[in-house]
């Protein structure tokens, strides 16, 4: 089965945009708008691949965000994405720059693939 991957985004501008871009890459895509939403997803019938979580909210939301995903997911790698004064997220596996896509895009790939 493919794998899903599963979308976190706090602008809904961004998260058509992304949602779009996530689809091209050939999996299924779950996208969800804002943390209470990501925590209310029924995850369990599905075969997660990768989580990504958007830069658009506070840090120390990101990092709990992060968090519930390693605890209800575990083994899932976590993508964060950082504004450009950003630390890393931390508990997200890979954390690139919100303002670079194709970089973003090819962390995500490499995720999925579970190369890193």
Known sequence: TMTTIVQ???????????????????????????????????????????????????????????AHFREILPGVPIVASLRRRDKDVSGADYNCAADNPPLWVRTVRQALAGIG
């Open 8 to 66: 976190v985004e706090f602008r809904e501008s961004l998260l058509s945009i992304r949602d779009e871009i996530l689809q091209s890459l050939g999996h299924p895509v779950i996208s969800t708008l804002g943390s209470r939403a990501a925590r209310s997803l029924d995850l369990s019938h599905e075969s997660v691949g990768v989580v990504l979580i958007g830069h658009g909210a506070p840090w120390e939301e990101r990092c709990n965000l992060a």
